[in-house]
């Protein structure tokens, strides 16, 4: 019969702390960060976020919004009781963000609420500006993904 260790089972959050450890490229902090409750509000470009089991970066501010159908698909949408029309995923700016773009060793869309902070890339003030400004870019050209 095996015995689980406990000293050898890592939370997510830890797996990615000890990830995060060795690499000078990154502040990371992984104590509980305080401060007053408020809305959730995406994560800056540049953080560095644990989401299904893998760390990514933020490179950019994705929302759902529903798709424009023409007036009569969306009567026969309505006639066959779907569930609402379409959803489109499209940059967007932070405030607006319902999910973040991530990239990575494979990049991913993940809810904000999903994600758990984990550090920030250690790049000069002008650098993340730079990614920043590419970010809102997008989120001014309104595109949607895919």
Known sequence: MLKASSSTFQSPLQ???AA??????????C???????????APDVGTHFLYEDRVHRVTGWIEEAPQQVP?????AMDAAST????????WTTRE????????GIR?????VGEVVVVGRVNWTEEAIAAE????KSLAVQGRSLG
């Open 31 to 41: 104590e509980p960060i305080k401060g007053e409750a408020r809305a959730v509000i």
């Open 107 to 111: 990049g991913c869309v993940a809810k």
């Open 83 to 90: 569930s609402g029309p379409p959803t489109v995923r499209r």
């Open 96 to 103: 607006r963000a319902t999910h973040v773009a991530g990239s």
């Open 71 to 75: 007036p009569w698909l969306s009567r």
């Open 15 to 17: 797996r990615a702390c």
């Open 132 to 135: 920043r400004d590419f970010a």
């Open 20 to 29: 995060l450890a060795h690499l000078d490229s990154v502040e990371s902090s």
